[in-house]
């Protein structure tokens, strides 16, 4: 997911505005150009890593849950008449 979020056109721009400024002597009215396109780029970059971790967080309640549910199976079926001498240790 990582590579989703960093694969895309803000990293570019953010490269490209980092290059430029460091490669030449750009005057004052180009260097806050360049430092508006980045801010723009980096809002954006942000608000795909904050929508990405969402889906991450939404994505571990899920199996969290299916866990639990996972788990009282294991549990009923330890204290079923079928088994008896089956104790689980965790």
Do not use: C, Y
């Amino acid at each position: 997911m990582v590579r989703v979020v960093l694969d895309t056109e803000e990293v570019d721009v953010l490269d490209r505005v980092r290059s430029e400024l460091h490669s030449g002597d750009p005057s004052p009215g180009r260097q806050r150009e360049l430092i508006e396109e980045a801010v723009a780029a980096n809002d954006q970059l942000l608000a795909r890593l904050d929508d990405t971790l969402a889906h991450i967080d939404a994505f571990r309640a899920e199996r969290r849950s299916v866990a639990a549910r996972l788990e009282d199976r294991l549990r009923a079926l330890d204290g079923h008449p079928e088994n008896p001498e089956k104790v689980r240790s965790r």
